[in-house]
């Protein structure tokens, strides 16, 4: 955690990178031989920006947003590339970790258990708090076991302990005058979302804000309904756990005795179950935000009592759970009919304009990626190949692979007599092509192809990785 | 030209009819208590395919398409109804025109039912049917060579002479642009193209007639599925082959076929030339399926139909039309019951959106009757009014989007017991009925009355 809070205020400024991702290149060990997996793929994104990345099965899209978050799988290597997260470099150690040692039969990955494991506390405190990952396949990404309320709950009670305790002594705090201030300003309709906002923030009383803009943001419930949630607000904390909700709001963590406290379950269960029933109120507040039907019902299911659509309606309110800066969106909507997509489209992109967080979004989908993002970037076997914003992509794609991409797409609207081809398949990425990847199957390819393309900018924004468009 | 093949039934021979065709699987339960429960996976199904022709099955995941595709190849028994192959027209005709379970229509079914077929012509009826799955990694075995995937079916047929059967193979997997290095491969050292085209090669290997495609594209990437679907259109050119193409890619659909079926909770909902029914599309299902699908143009403004909710559980099927609990255009009588209707009514109530409402209604308790009347028990005598009071406000929320159920309601009376007890009784549902819109395009939706074919919201 101090990793990120230390650089937070100073390095942050205006028009900043959120995430900046500079000539990662990723490799796996197989039987085979090595994977160049991605390759020098740079990109950044900005703070409540949603940058797309495209590209067919195995182009390495995946996995570079994996290494964002470290999940590279253990036979994967980070081999070069600095992964800048609000200043903090995330890939700094990567030369002390895993180390490719050469043998007479090949090449041994090693790593050194100590240093992995110290990276692994820091990326528990980023997961989840700052950077939150929505995967493609929600039945298999959610824990079969336990209940969406409890899972919900974990990132709250990992990350968000103050907060949880902020809440309860809120509902302590407020006194009667303000709640009937409260009450007047949302019942005199005139008053905006952001007024009763700045009302509350008045009172000066933290964790009392969001649970007014929880009740006043449902769009489920009349005002009469809601007036009278307000009304039921006001909730005194016992005295003997005061000290106990102080403590954990002022050091986010949980007092000694209760962190020890496997011999003293009473104890624990007193106390920690405040907590624990404060985050599913969180969690229920959560899934109404991310619209799901029937919330009490749905806290106490199974992922496999629910619906695809409502699994990753699940996922996303896990995802968000923790107001993170950046989430990463794995084909999010890939497994799901088009009717539940466009649900679920139109709600990522609600969450972001309210939150406003910044969204990588990973698809194979053309259309998808037409709809959500703001900058595009196409990835061909493990190289970025363009990055362009979403418009001039489209409309004046450049890379050859972009172009046949495009053009192999069927469309809605008409019929035509025949699809664009890209002629073969995508190469080994065992051994690649040298120079451009893409020149097996390009047809404009000439001798040049044969070293590495230089990346151009055509104009602002739009960076092309071909040798058709140096000079 | 294809618009003749459609409207000259009459001429010719059908390659395939279904009549009725229904699929219930059966869930395992508990026989003593309850029953035993049935997914409605396909309703009463019909259609026809005709020599050269495609037919797009679409739908979203568990609508039945899948199945219905493996019936008209009888890799499932049907529940009811029945599948003629290659039956002329004229038998056809006078089938329809007889007593179900007469001896003539027995003697027809005996000569054409894919499903009555005895075993000699059922070994020419498998000749002449094949089918491509969607996931080419599941359905190539992996210890056969792609020549001995291909060579198979011809084995399996007796091919003669057997000398041929290489050169055979090989023209096979020229068709599908595999050259011959591809002959002694595994199935798992090719990409997923090629196994779809293996897998396609093996299809047409005995020279069938009717193919069936099961999402043969959607385990494809889009260059791949390109590749695919242009050598699908050659082949049909070229071999004059009919295929039922499955999907739930709509574009790819639009592309692919010459007659479309859209399939909502096991029932076909809509059918038509692709042209008329991706143009001008009738049913409020599919308008919204159309509208849901993301355009590659980030320069359109498309408007979404949201709908809300989820596919319904098949085991027990909405009543009247499936698609009313979602559909954003249902009428009264689409099938609402009085359960559903309760649910929203007192709703509305609850959310304290009408105070006088909230008034009326203090402890109320529910009782559903039957399918179309419940009752609230009040507790106590009705003041005058209050029963107007009722009836204005479920008058104005019958416009509301969210309580478009409460126009189901048809009356709300007074039970006569004492006075203590409103009675709400519902419009009596109606199935609908496929409606003849103009050039075969038929939809089966209240929307559209049997002689009338005008509705206003039509996208584009």
Redesign the interface.
Known sequence: MHLIQETEHNRLGNGAKLLSVRSLRISFVTRRGIVQAVDDVSFDIEPGETLGLVGETGCGKTQAAMAVMRLTAETGIIEKGEIWFKGVNLAENISKEFKLVKKKRGSVLKRDSAELRKLESQMVMIRGKHISMVFQEPMTSLNPVRTVGRQISEVLLTHELPRLADRIIARGRVTPDMIGGIERSIASRKSTAEQVRELVRNFGIPGLGEQVASISSRRDLSDAKKLQLIKGLRQEASRTSLPFLRYVSANGKLPIIHRASSRLPLVRRRFLGMLEKEAMNVSAELLSQVGMPNIAAVLRQYPHELSGGMRQRAMIAMAIAANPELIIADEPTSALDVTIQAQILRLLDDLKRTLNTAVLFISHDMGVIAEICDRVGVIYAGNLVEMARVEDLFSNPLHPYTKGLLSAIPPFDRKIPSLGLIPGSVPSLINPPEGCRFRTRCPFATERCKQTPPSIQTKEGHFVRCWLYAE | MQSEVIEGKQEGTVLLQTIRLSKHFALKGNKLIGGTKFIRAVDEAEFAIHENQVVGLVG??GCGKTTLGRLILRLLDPTEGTAFFRIPAATLEKYRGLPAGSKEARDIEKEYSIFRLNKKKMREFRKNTQIVFQDPFSSLDPHMSVKDIVAEPLKAHHFNPKSEIEGKVERLLENCGLGEQFLDKLPHEL????RQRVAIARALAMSPRLVVLDEPTSAL???????I??LL?KLKSDLGLSFVFIS?????V??MSDEVFVMYAGQIVEKGQ??VVFNSPAHPYTV????????????TQRE?I??K???PDLSRPPSGCRFHPRCPHALGNCGWSAEEVAVVFFELV????Y?EM?DIFLRPVQKIINEQTFEIEMGRKIREGELDTVKRVLEREKENPTSIALRAVKEVTSATDGNTVIRVSLVPPLVPTFTNLGKSHFVACNLYPASSGSYGEKPE
């Open positions: 979203e995941s990409s997923g193209g090629q990437d889009v260059s791949v599925q390109a590749q679907l242009n259109k739930h890619h709509l574009a790819v639009r592309q692709t042209e919204a399926l159309m509208s849901a699908i993301p355009i590659p143009d980030p320069t979404i949201l709908l909710g989820e596919i609850s959310s304290g959106q105070p909230n």
